[in-house]
T-cell receptor, first 109, second 114 residues
Framework: AQRVTQPEKLLSVFKGAPVELKCNYSYSGSPELFWYVQYSRQRLQLLLRHISRESIKGFTADLNKGETSFHLKKPFAQEEDSAMYYCALPNQAGTALIFGKGTTLSVSS | GAVVSQHPSWVICKSGTSVKIECRSLDFQATTMFWYRQFPKQSLMLMATSNEGSKATYEQGVEKDKFLINHASLTLSTLTVTSAHPEDSSFYIC??????????FGPGTRLTVT
C-alpha cells in the first residue's frame, strides 16, 4: 500500500546550517512525489515536485528509488524557512495525494 | 493565479446542528476537489474526493451521511457536517485540482462544536 513516512516531527537548526528533511515512501510502480510547505497561519502550498526537478527557495529533493526516499535539502537554512513540511504521493487509485505526518522545521539565529 | 477560497474561515455551532463549508476555486476550473481534516499539529487526513457532477468518493472510516459533499460546479464544492458533535471540531481544508495531482489548497475552516 502507498505510504509516506516522515520520521522527524521536529527539526531544529541554526541559520546557515544545512537542512535535510527526510521522507521515505512505499509505492508500487513509479512514484510521483511532492513536497508541500505550510508557513505559520498560511495555507498549504506546493514547494516542489520531483518530476519538475526544480529548485524552489533553494530547496531540492532527489528521488532515490533504491532507498525509496525523497529527502528535502537546503544547503543554508534561513529563518524564513521555518514552517511545517509535508511529503506526499498519489494514493493507490491515483486520484488524490497521501500526506506524511509532516516535519516542523525551526530555524533560529 | 490558482487561488482557492473557503468560507467561513471559522464557525462555532451547537451540538446537533449542521454546518456548511464552501470551497471555491477563484481563477481556474477544478475537475476535482478534495476535503481534508487536520487535527492540531497533525497531518492532513483525506476525507473525500469529489468530481464535478458526480458523487464523492469517501475514504475508509469517513461517514458519508455525516459529511455530505456536493460538487455542483467546476468552481464550487461544499462540505456539510450534519448533526455536528464536539468530536467533529477540527480544521477542515479543501483543495482543488485543475489537472492530475496538482492541488491548490484553501486557507481552511475552523469548526468548533459546543
Amino acid at each position: 500500500a502507498q505510504r509516506v513516512t516522515q520520521p522527524e516531527k521536529l527539526l531544529s537548526v541554526f541559520k546557515g546550517a544545512p537542512v535535510e528533511l527526510k521522507c521515505n515512501y512505499s509505492y508500487s510502480g513509479s512514484p510521483e512525489l511532492f513536497w508541500y510547505v505550510q508557513y505559520s497561519r498560511q495555507r498549504l502550498q506546493l514547494l516542489l515536485r520531483h518530476i519538475s526537478r526544480e529548485s524552489i527557495k533553494g530547496f531540492t529533493a532527489d528521488l532515490n528509488k533504491g532507498e525509496t526516499s525523497f529527502h528535502l535539502k537546503k544547503p543554508f537554512a534561513q529563518e524564513e524557512d521555518s514552517a511545517m513540511y509535508y511529503c506526499a504521493l498519489p494514493n493507490q487509485a491515483g486520484t488524490a495525494l497521501i500526506f506524511g505526518k509532516g516535519t516542523t522545521l525551526s530555524v533560529s539565529s | 493565479g490558482a487561488v482557492v477560497s473557503q468560507h467561513p474561515s471559522w464557525v462555532i455551532c451547537k451540538s446537533g446542528t449542521s454546518v456548511k463549508i464552501e470551497c471555491r476555486s477563484l481563477d481556474f476550473q477544478a475537475t476535482t476537489m478534495f476535503w481534508y481534516r487536520q487535527f492540531p499539529k497533525q497531518s492532513l487526513m483525506l476525507m473525500a474526493t469529489s468530481n464535478e457532477g458526480s458523487k464523492a468518493t469517501y475514504e475508509q472510516g469517513v461517514e458519508k451521511d455525516k459529511f455530505l459533499i456536493n460538487h455542483a460546479s467546476l468552481t464550487l464544492s461544499t462540505l456539510t457536517v450534519t448533526s455536528a458533535h464536539p468530536e467533529d471540531s477540527s480544521f477542515y481544508i479543501c483543495s482543488a485540482s485543475p489537472i492530475s495531482y496538482e492541488q491548490y489548497f484553501g486557507p481552511g475552516t475552523r469548526l468548533t462544536v459546543t
